[in-house]
């Protein structure tokens, strides 16, 4: 193969590279732009928890009481189950 012949497929092939990247850079840009799938409602009001550290602490103790409660319940019925 003559030299002159390899430059001009090397200068092809480098145009070819060079147009594949082009290619799939402008492919990208368009599958992030456009297919955002994210389950987002843009109409949905969220919704700020304002209390505070105390009485998220209190909150907590008051479910950590009926969770208690709920437990013991439990344990009773099983306790009558298996007697």
Do not use: F, H
Request: proline share 4%.
């Amino acid at each position: 193969m003559s030299p002159d012949k390899l430059e001009a497929l090397e200068e092809k092939w480098k145009s070819v590279e060079r147009e594949a990247r082009e290619s799939l850079a402008k492919a990208e840009t368009i599958e992030n732009a456009a297919y955002d799938l994210k389950a987002v409602n843009p109409n949905r009001v969220t919704k700020e928890d304002k209390r505070t550290p105390v009485q998220l602490l209190s909150a907590i103790a008051e479910r950590g009481q009926e969770a208690d409660k709920a437990l013991a319940k439990l344990r009773e019925l099983v306790a009558n189950a298996c007697s």
